[in-house]
């Protein structure tokens, strides 16, 4: 007996994979939903992850939800702003305790000034989401705050996801978090 090589032997797996794939897809229609994701991670301080997540800023076409523990960096508000007067629908979640911090409240009244409604939680924990809506496209996640610190000294990870479904997902997650009125009020 001829024993196939672990090459053919993994060939074979493979060939017998696709055809279980494709006879699933015949059998189940247009349930089965194949994507193209991609993930860019980019590391701090070394990669300067918010200048990456500042890009994605600038580009936006309609609409950009950001919930993040901080904000304080002037490349954000700066993107952010830029965003909105473009006519991007901009909108921000933060958390209260952040608003002891005077570069916080500083990043928020500028970003206020410019038409962007902030939303502050009143719950007990803490609002510790790090995310980045775009577009029903692009969503980010990570460790970073979109602080300077978190841009230039700190480690931090910020992952950039492009997947359709999973973007949706979080858009779906932020605009609940945003209509939660006794979780999430508008900060003045």
Known sequence: MIRPSPFQLSTQCRQGFIIIWLFAAVLLGPSVEVSATSVEVWYGPEDR???HLVQMYDRAKRYIFVAVYGVTSPLTV???VEAKRRGVDVRLLT???RLNDSK???ALSALREAGIPIRINQHDGLMHLKQAVIDDEI???GSMNQ???GNRYNDERLDIIRDHAITVQAREKFL???KDHERFQEWK
């Open 95 to 97: 958390d209260r305790e």
């Open 78 to 80: 700066k993107a952010l």
């Open 147 to 149: 602080t300077t610190s």
């Open 139 to 141: 969503n980010t996640t």
């Open 104 to 106: 916080q409240r500083t």
């Open 49 to 51: 992850p918010l200048e």
């Open 176 to 178: 609940s978090l945003w």
